[in-house]
Each structure stands twice: as structure tokens, then as C-alpha cells.
């Protein structure tokens, strides 16, 4: 049988299965599939998982079905890279124009921490005072493919035009905790009532969000995700990276797999001096980079330490 996971705590997860639409509550099946060994989180939600139930409501599951995207983090206590939500089809990154402050190198950490997915980044709180940086950001973010939505929970701004680009997809909100994710998730699924089996009001109370959350209504899926002050790139391969700058998708240089960070024949330089790339969205690039340079992985670093 296969199941959809929607929540995830402490090895328990909430899971909805594909084939009888009933809810159970999963566990995984001895020891975990770990496939890949810098991962932190071998189920997400998002994740499709296969398994049997052995109960009305229980399920075993012991196996993961591969994904076709995610937003995956890196958790620097546990030196791991951590999955936060799976096989969503658009990334929602929530930003506010001053509480908390609007942080453009924040969102590129984000777009680089999403693969397979699309991208919308959305302002929220737009009855606040947008500072003039704010919008010049936005409109650099839209010239340079990304779509871009000023929404407010409060006036009800943008909303519409918000629910149509959700409408039919599983979508994930990210963002800086304070941004409004969790009010505005609740403002489109009016989720006072409950959504299918998995109640929205575990997550209210005290204005935090700890765990992942899969919501469904009238075809529009969700997934709310815990608040963050940060969010560092994942470990990965670094010439993913320039996937998250559109900008670099033209660049010509001369040796292929080029970085763009020193290398000889790189045109990205030039491109910067001729205006193609701002000089700003190149330093978060090269951040990123280099911080992904120093990184690696508890399990790499202790056959390291072996030696
Ligand atoms: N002014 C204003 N405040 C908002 C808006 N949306 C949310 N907030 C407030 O922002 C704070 C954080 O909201 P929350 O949904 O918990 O943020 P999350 O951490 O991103 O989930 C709360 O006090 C909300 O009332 C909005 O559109 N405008
Ligand atoms: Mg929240
Ligand atoms: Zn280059």
C-alpha cells in the first residue's frame, strides 16, 4: 500500500493512504533505508511511502519511493542535511517587508535549498511600510524569472491571486519564523475546521510551528514548515548551486563545470561588469559556495578523524 506522510514526530508519522483514503499512524519497519548517508530525515513529509497496515490504524512502512523534489536544509548540530518537505510541485518562500526584516540573501539560500520544484516568493504583510529596497528587490527577483506576489492576511491583498497559483499543486511555505506562514496558510485553508484527519489546531497555540504539516482543502495542499532563523544550503554537489541564479544559466566559460568563482577563463566577471548579473546576487552566489565549501558531513568527518 502506498501512503502520503503529513506529519512527523519523533519517528511517529501521520501518514494517509493512497489506496483506502483512511489515516494511520506509521512507524517504519526495522532498521531505517537510509540511501543516502548525508540525510538526516529518511521520511519527510511529502514523502510517498510504501508499507502494510496491521491494524484499522496503524501501518508499518519500509520503504520510501524516490522524490521528485525537495526542500532540504542543513542541520549544523547534527551535521546532516535535513528534508523539511517532499515532492511538492511549487516552493512558497514567505518573506515580510520588516518584521522580521526582508533578507534577499536569506531567499537565495532558500531557492538554492529547493530542487524540483518551482519557485514563488512571496511578500507577506504588504499592509506594512514596504521600504523602497524592498521592492526594488522584488522586481530584480522578477526580472530575473522568478514569480513574485505581495500578499497580506490582514487587508486580504494578493490573496485571490495566491489561491489560483496554488489551486491543483502541493505547495511549500519556507521562510524565517515571524513571516506570517502559518496565519496565512491558515487565512487560504480557513482551516478553523478540520482538514481531512489531520487537524490544523495541533499546530496553533503558541505561534510556533515545530514540525512539518501537510494541510488539504478544495485542492489546494500545503505543507507548513517549522519556523527557522536560518536556513544553510544543503551538502551537495556545488555546481548545483548556479541552478538557484538564473543568471548564470548563459555563461560561456571556458573550461565546462567552471564554479565561477576564480577560475581562469570564467566569464562570470565580465558579466558582472556589463550589468548581466548584479554584483550583490554575485557575492550571494560566491557565499553560498564557500560555504558549502567548508562543510561536511558527520559520517564524512569521522572516517576522517579515523585516520
Ligand atoms: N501585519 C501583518 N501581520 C501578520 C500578517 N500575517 C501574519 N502576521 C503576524 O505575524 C506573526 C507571525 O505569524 P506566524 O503565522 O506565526 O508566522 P510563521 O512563524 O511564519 O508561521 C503573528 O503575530 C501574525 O499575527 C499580515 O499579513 N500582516
Ligand atoms: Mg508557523
Ligand atoms: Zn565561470
Known amino acids: 500500500m502506498r501512503f502520503q506522510i503529513r506529519r512527523s514526530i519523533n519517528n511517529i508519522y501521520t501518514a494517509l493512504s493512497l489506496s483506502d483514503g483512511r489515516i494511520y499512524t506509521a512507524r517504519i519497519k526495522g532498521k531505517v533505508m537510509r540511501k543516502d548517508e548525508a540525510e538526516y530525515s529518511p521520511v519527510a513529509v511529502g514523502d510517498i511511502a510504501v508499507g502494510e497496515p496491521y491494524s484499522e490504524c496503524e501501518a508499518l512502512v519500509s520503504s520510501i519511493e524516490e522524490r521528485r523534489s525537495a526542500f532540504r536544509r542543513w542541520n549544523a548540530k547534527r551535521e546532516l542535511n535535513q528534508t523539511i518537505a517532499a515532492n511538492q510541485d511549487m516552493t512558497a518562500i514567505v518573506t515580510s517587508p520588516s518584521s522580521p526584516p526582508?533578507?534577499?540573501?536569506?531567499i537565495d539560500r532558500a531557492i538554492a535549498s529547493s530542487?524540483?520544484?518551482s519557485i514563488l516568493i512571496i511578500l507577506n504583510k504588504a499592509d506594512d511600510e514596504i521600504?523602497?529596497?524592498?521592492?526594488d528587490s522584488l522586481s530584480l527577483y522578477g526580472r530575473i524569472g522568478f514569480r513574485t506576489l505581495r500578499v497580506?492576511?490582514?487587508s486580504g491583498e494578493g490573496l485571490d491571486e495566491l489561491k489560483a497559483l496554488l489551486q491543483g499543486r502541493i505547495t511549500a511555505f519556507v521562510g524565517q519564523s515571524g513571516v506570517g506562514k502559518s496565519t496565512l496558510i491558515n487565512t487560504i485553508l480557513e482551516t478553523d475546521q478540520r482538514t481531512g484527519e489531520v487537524s490544523y489546531k495541533y499546530n496553533r497555540g503558541r505561534h510556533t510551528t515545530n514540525h512539518s504539516l501537510f494541510l488539504e482543502k478544495d485542492g489546494i495542499a500545503l505543507i507548513d514548515t517549522p519556523g527557522v532563523r536560518e536556513i544553510e544550503v544543503p551538502f551537495e554537489d556545488l555546481s548545483l548551486v548556479a541552478e538557484a541564479f538564473p543568471e548564470l544559466?548563459?555563461?560561456?566559460?571556458?573550461?565546462?563545470g567552471c564554479l565561477h568563482h576564480g577560475e581562469d577563463g570564467c566569464s562570470v566577471p565580465s558579466l558582472v561588469a556589463g550589468g548581466g548579473?548584479?554584483?550583490?546576487?554575485?557575492?550571494?552566489?560566491?557565499?553560498?559556495?564557500s560555504s558549502l565549501e567548508s562543510r561536511r558531513p558527520f559520517f564524512m568527518r569521522r572516517s576522517n578523524d579515523r585516520r
Open 102 to 106: 526582508f533578507r534577499p540573501r536569506f
Open 131 to 135: 521600504p523602497e529596497y524592498v521592492n
Open 249 to 256: 544559466k548563459g555563461a560561456e566559460c571556458r573550461y565546462g
Open 277 to 289: 548579473m548584479s554584483e550583490e546576487r554575485y557575492e550571494s552566489y560566491l557565499r553560498i559556495l
Open 152 to 154: 497580506s492576511s490582514v
Open 115 to 117: 530542487h524540483g520544484a
